[in-house]
């Protein structure tokens, strides 16, 4: 227990020494800079808290200047590359666009080009273009389109031929299976025999059909008044003949020299002459 007076210099003995456990400051306060009237050991703060403020900007537009004027050069120089190129290889000839479509649309051209390529692969394409190979290539190029649209035509026309041959074909097997079952149901109904025309199944044996006299009609049929098919055996027992004998064929061909035809068995198919 501390004595009255101890502390504040009472009592006996006089004023006391601290103690050794008490806080001690361990460094000396740092002084609080007047910027108008610096001491001598405010400067070199004022020197270091100004010194960003300085080089920053200056540094951020160093720094703009560096990268923003050789894109923009770069941009330029693949645009003029871009715009020979199109011009040598001819592409508004190629377009067939009216000149002033092309002024229009030339632009995208230059942009796709300038964009896709760069300033290397463009000056490449140009000297390969200026090369004699790259002129015969540019000359000749033409002549070889031209061959190939030629021959790819004549495959399309190919094509067309034979999906409209295949959708006769289905049509000719149709019509000739609605015939043969309405000739088997005319047997049935007349003790097996085949009637004498294809006339006879019109009406009583055709009821379903939109237009039954249309299904004697063969899309090869020069003549679209007349049937276009033919009984082979009319009259005959259908019990007497073989599976494979024919009832009804057409008359016409198709272009690919078939018949369809209609069998006792009930098949039908596009048949050659024999």
């Excluded at 400051?25 to 703060?45: A, E, K």
């Excluded at 409209?164 to 000739?183: K, M, T, V």
Aim: hydrophobic residues 35%; positive net charge; proline residues 8%.
């Amino acid at each position: 227990m501390e004595r009255p007076g101890q502390r504040d210099g009472g009592g006996l003995g006089g004023p006391q020494p601290p103690s050794p456990h008490e806080a001690r400051p361990t460094s000396r306060p740092r002084p609080i800079c007047d910027w108008q009237n610096l001491p001598v050991g405010c400067q070199d703060v004022r020197r270091r808290s100004r010194a960003p403020m300085k080089n920053i900007p200056l540094i951020a537009v160093l720094a703009s200047v560096a990268v923003t004027f050789p894109v923009r050069a770069d941009d330029a120089r693949r645009t003029a590359l871009a715009e020979e190129l199109i011009s040598i290889m001819r592409l508004e000839g190629q377009t067939n666009a009216p000149k002033d479509v092309w002024q229009k649309i030339k632009p995208d051209f230059v942009k796709a080009y300038s964009e896709v390529y760069t300033e290397e692969e463009l000056s490449g394409i140009i000297a390969f273009y200026n090369s004699p190979v790259g002129q015969a290539l540019l000359t000749k190029g033409a002549e070889v389109a031209k061959r190939v649209l030629q021959t790819q035509s004549k495959a399309f026309q190919e094509m067309a031929q034979k999906s409209q041959a295949e959708h006769f074909d289905s049509q000719c097997l149709r019509r000739i299976n609605s015939l043969g079952n309405a000739i088997r149901l005319y047997a049935g109904d007349h003790g097996g025999a085949l009637p004498k025309t294809v006339t006879e199944t019109i009406g009583s044996y055709l009821p379903d059909l939109p237009n039954e006299r249309e299904e004697l009609v063969s899309p090869f049929a020069l003549d679209a008044n007349s049937s276009s098919y033919e009984l082979v055996n009319p009259g005959a027992k259908l019990s007497e003949l073989q599976p494979d004998a024919i009832l009804i064929r057409c008359k016409f061909k198709s272009p690919a020299g078939r018949r369809s035809i209609y069998r006792a068995n009930g098949k039908t198919e596009m048949a050659e002459d024999k």
